[in-house]
């Protein structure tokens, strides 16, 4: 069978003052009331995995008590360099959410993309090894900053014990094989989008492919912000 894996971001009340564009991805940050929606939807899925990039606060403040609510379990990857920084998760949060069942794995430790970094392995261990100080326990998962990733790399990665490589491609996951692949929810993911995702719309993963092929193709040449290419690119989607 295959499974979803779900990557979320940041979270946010819709009254909070706290400006995403300080963390650098207001795109990503998905309001309370929507995130409660979406888990109400999926808390009885056994085929559907959770997963958080970047460690931000929100993930302690806002998504810890209501996967705990659902008793339902997430995989957070932290950016070493940013545990007990402003806006993103302290080492006791880290050590709380661990306690209840919430698995840990690394995104790094700058968030630089791997593909960038000429000096992998000390971006790679000091990460892991801050991070498995903090919670006591092995970490065997690393999600790749920004999806940025190849064979090479996951070979790597793999050496460095990291046996499950999470990525940013958007297809479904089979289960088995050591590179999972996720679908981003980001704050324009619409309701009926969410449901086309979780039932599982193989139409949706065409559509997402289409999308993705062309940003691969055109990223030089294209600004994806502009609020023309959004239009184009949200009708593709199935508006």
């Known amino acids: 069978m295959y499974k979803i894996v779900l990557m979320y971001h940041a979270l946010a009340e819709r009254n909070d003052i706290w400006k995403s564009d300080e963390f650098n991805d207001k795109k990503y940050t998905i309001y309370k009331d929507i995130f409660k929606k979406q888990i109400a939807a999926i808390k009885d899925r056994e085929d559907i995995i959770i997963t958080f990039d970047d460690g931000h606060q929100s993930n302690y403040n806002i998504a810890f008590p209501i996967l705990k609510e659902n008793n339902l379990r997430a995989i957070f990857f932290i950016i070493s360099d940013n545990i007990n920084k402003k806006n993103f998760l302290t080492k006791n949060q880290i050590i709380e959410m661990k306690k209840y069942g919430m698995i840990f794995g690394t995104h790094g430790k700058s968030h630089k993309h791997f593909t960038e970094i000429e000096d992998l392995k000390s971006e790679i261990q000091i990460s892991k090894q801050i991070l498995e100080n903090i919670i006591n326990d092995q970490v065997w998962c690393v ?26 491609k958007r297809e479904f996951w089979n289960g088995t094989n050591c590179i999972v692949p996720r679908i981003v929810i980001m704050k324009s993911t619409k309701e009926k989008e969410f449901k086309n995702i979780i039932n599982k719309n193989m139409m949706l993963l065409k559509r997402y492919a289409i999308i993705d092929y062309i940003k691969m193709k055109f990223k030089r040449f294209v600004n994806f912000d502009n609020v023309y290419i959004k239009k184009i690119l949200y009708l593709v989607n199935g508006g």
């Open 143 to 168: 999600s790749c900053p920004g999806g940025f990733c190849n064979n090479k790399i996951i070979k790597y990665l793999q050496n460095e014990k990291l046996k499950t490589v999470f990525v940013s």
